[in-house]
C-alpha cells in the first residue's frame, strides 16, 4: 500500500511530465504540490501545513474548504449537475439576486461567464454594442486577464507577446510612490491622472472611445488603491464624452478589500461591473458582468451577440448562493475590514519601520502590498534573485506568499484569524530581518 500512496514527489513528477503550465517556460518549474486545505491552512503530501498568504491567485476569500459551500455543492450535483443557459434554473436565479443585492443600486441583470477574462470579454463588446464605438482604454498599471481582448486591455509585460486584439489605448492610473506626473501630494497625483486621462480621450477621439476600463483597486500591478476623487473623476470624464464605465472588481470584490466590492470606498457606480474569483472562492470557476439598467434595457430590442455553453453551470451558481449566503452570516467582510485596520495595516507599519526593505505599505482589508527596495533613496525595486531568497525563506518557514515583481502582496483568505495574520506578519518580519543581516 505504501508504495502506492501520493508523495510530493510523486505528484510532482506526475505534473511535471504531462501538466502545461500558466505564464511559464516549461523546462526549469519545480511546483509545490498541495492535497488538501481548511480556512488558511493547506497540507502538502507529505504532510507539511502551510498558512495561505496568497488565497491562491488572490480568490479563495471564504478560506478553503468552507462545509457549507461543500455542501452546496454536493446537493446541487445530487439534483442536476449541468444545465444550458437558455434555460431556468433555481441555483442560477438565485445567484444572480444575491449577486445584484451587493451591487449599487440602478443594477439589474447578471451575465454569468467562466472566469475573470471572459467577463471582461463580454463587458467590452456590450460597450462597443452599446455605443457603437471601437475603442477601449485601460490602465498600464493593470491586470484584466489571458484571453483576446482581456490581455490586450491588460497594462503589464504579458500583454506584448499577445497584442492580436484590435482597438485598445492605455494611459498611466495613479500611483504617488512611483508617480508619472511628478507628484508630491496625492491631490496633485489625482488631478494631474485625471488630465492625463482626459488628453488621451481627446487624442483618441472621444466619438471613437466605447469604454473606459479600470480595476476599482489594481491588484496584481500591486495594490494600488487609488488617491480619492480618482474613480470619481474618471466617471466626470465618462459621462462628459459617452463612455462605458467599466470597472472590474475580479480581485477586489466580494470581501477583499473589507467591503462587498471596492468600489464602495470610493463613493463612485460604473455602468458595468466585472467580477469572478471571491464571488464563490473559485470552488467551480465562474464569473460574470453585473450590467446597469441602461445598459441592460438597450439588449431589451437588441441581440446581445455573446455566450457561453456553462453561462451559470449549476454547480457554480450553488457554490455562489452559498457563499454570499455564509459570507454575511458569518460576516466575513467585517472580518477581513478588521482584519485590515487593527492587524494588517499598523503591522505593515511596523515592518515598515524595522526594514530598511520596505519602500511602502499599502493597501486595505486583506488587500495589501509591501513594496521592496534596493534603496530606500532611489526607490530602485528589489531584484528577481534577491525576491527569490525571500520568496524561498518564507516557504521555509511555512508560510505560503503571493510574490509579484519586487513585491509581497499580503492577502490571506478573508476568514483569516488575527492570530494566522499576526503569525504571517512575524514570519515575514523575521524573514526580512535576516534579510537585512
Ligand atoms: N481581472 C482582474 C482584476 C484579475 O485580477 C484577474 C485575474 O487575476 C482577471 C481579471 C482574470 O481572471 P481569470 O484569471 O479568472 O480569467
Redesign the pocket.
Known sequence: HNNDRPTNQSVKALDRAHVFHSWSAQGALDPLAFKSGKGCRLWDYDGREYLDFSSQ??NTNIGHQHPKVVAAIKAQAEELTTIAPAHANLARGRAAEKILARAPAGFDKVFFTN??????EHAIRMARAVTGRDKVLSAYRS?????GA?VVATGDFRRIPNEFARGHVHFFNPWRYRSEFHATSDEEECQRALHHLRRVIESEGPGNIAALLL?SIP??AGVLVPPRGYLKGVRALADEFGIVLIL?E???GFGRSGAWLALEHFDVTPDLI?F??GVNSGYVPA?GVIISERIAHHFDDEMFYGGLTYSGHPLAMAAICATLDTMAEENIVDNAAHIGDTVLTPGLARLQARHEVIGEVRGLGVFHAIELVADRQSRAPLDAAAMGRIKAALLERGLLPFVVANRIHVVPPCVVTAEEAERGLAIIDEVLGAFAG
Open positions: 491567485l488572490v472566469a475573470g477574462a471572459d467577463a471582461i491586470y484584466h486577464g489571458g484571453t482581456a480595476e491588484g496584481t472590474d475580479v480581485m477586489s466585472t469572478a474569483k464569473g
